[in-house]
């Protein structure tokens, strides 16, 4: 497995795949400088293999020391040809700061197709989790008629544009044995995108959440009054959480906005909770941190890093979820807060159709501007919510589990390597 992944969906689907087959499974991890990653943890993977990558942050010495080390490990004409590749873009950059970002680039994957060359004769299959088109050069050094699976995210097919990403990502796509997308409305947008023609290798395959079995032993009453206890946030507040991360496709400035016409006698009710532990941004902290002052009301702002248990509070904790994004798969932490007996308003725009078929109880607005209807009409009938998200919510195991889905990887699988 390789690419641009979170160790917290790749984990999980290596110890199922194992559990259903007898897989030698190991990980090509990119680790930014400084990052232990999944070196200093039990993983799931028989071997993680490490590819230093952000050249830049290492400073001018250290990367030239790893270059040079990369360099005396070659022959003499492959030496020649690394240094041009390293040297020329000096002709085509104005600046000394533009050239030292491109060199940096060209160091990194110079790296990674250093330690591909020597493993790939060891492996059966590949899998590419997220359709990087960056990652088009590394597919290339693959051993010819080996079988390769991409699995799209979800950003890098709804976020994605422009000529030069779409040349990358076909080339992906064409020298894949299969694709993966989570979910019969994605499967449409990438045909849409790159062509019916490659609708044979295309295999609907989920990722799940392991919290969602954490949250079957919990008391949820008991991390309800953790959290609250841990944020100072009085009982007969109504906490409402917006977004999950930092990232700005979360829109917390629009949501903020909106929110800012409530009525005084709602907004006195409740307190906003804005996740902000990674993703963000510099200076959006600051932004999003300003309008929910010019909104007014209580608020708290989390900034530093959240463990699994405090992850697993939040979503006790929280009594609405306001999840608002550009684009979505399909969010685990919304699914979570849903698991977890909350309510989630959402946007109609966004592809969870896998939900709806389902029935699984949240709300929907079209547009901003209803949004404070909607969620002060919520929190008065907040008792009778509650009740029909968990009537409804066991339904999300078919969507999340991974007892319930290790058996659609391991159907992929099993057809890429034609045991199927």
């Not at 293999?49 to 490990?73: D, H, T």
Request: aromatic share 8%; proline share 4%.
């Amino acid at each position: 497995m390789f690419g641009n992944f979170h160790e917290l969906h790749v984990q999980p689907l290596a110890r199922a795949l194992k559990t259903r087959a007898d897989y030698h499974i190991s990980l090509l991890e990119s680790v930014p400088p400084g990052d232990e990653l999944l070196r200093s943890r039990p993983t799931a993977f028989d071997h993680v293999y490490s590819i230093p990558v952000a050249s830049e942050g290492l400073g001018r010495v250290n990367c030239l020391r790893q270059v040079g080390k990369l360099l005396l490990r070659r022959k003499c004409v492959s030496r020649f040809m690394t240094l041009y590749r390293l040297l020329a873009p000096m002709a085509r950059t104005s600046s000394s700061r533009q050239y030292w970002k491109q060199f940096c680039r060209t160091a990194d994957e110079l790296q990674r197709r250093a330690l591909l060359s020597r493993i790939v004769e060891e492996f059966d299959l590949f899998h590419l989790h997220y359709m990087d088109p960056s990652l088009s050069e590394t597919i290339r050094l693959l051993p010819r008629g080996s079988k390769l699976i991409v699995s799209i995210w979800g950003s890098d097919l709804m976020r994605s544009s422009g000529a030069r990403n779409y040349i990358g990502q076909l080339e992906l796509c064409e020298r894949a044995s299969f694709i993966t997308v989570r979910s019969l409305e994605l499967r449409e947008m990438f045909l849409t995108k790159f062509g019916r023609h490659f609708a044979p290798k295309l295999r609907i395959a989920k990722f799940g959440s392991t919290t969602l079995s954490r949250i079957d032993v919990q008391d949820i009453r008991s991390l309800r009054t953790a959290f609250r206890e841990e944020f100072t946030i009085p009982e007969n507040k109504v906490i409402v959480c917006v977004g999950h991360n930092g990232n700005v496709d979360n829109r917390h400035i629009e949501v903020l906005e909106a929110l800012s016409g409530l009525d005084s006698s709602v907004k006195n009710g409740l307190t906003l909770v804005i996740p902000m532990t990674y993703g963000a941004p510099t200076g959006y902290a600051n932004d999003v941190r300003a309008a929910v002052e010019r909104a007014g009301g209580d608020f708290r702002i989390i900034d530093k890093f959240m463990d699994s248990e405090a992850v697993l509070q939040l979503r006790a904790a929280t009594d609405i979820m306001l999840h608002f994004p550009v684009s979505d798969a399909l969010s685990a932490a919304m699914c979570e807060t849903i698991y977890a007996g909350n309510l989630v308003v959402t946007g109609a725009w966004l592809p969870y159709g896998e939900l709806r078929r389902r029935k699984v109880h949240f709300l929907e607005i079209t547009r901003f501007p209803d949004l404070c209807a909607t969620l002060a009409a919520s929190i008065g009938d907040l008792t009778r919510h509650r009740a029909m998200v968990n009537s409804t919510k066991e339904k999300l195991r078919e969507v999340l589990d991974w007892e319930e889905l290790s058996e659609g990887w391991e159907k992929v699988y099993a057809s890429a390597l034609g045991n199927w």
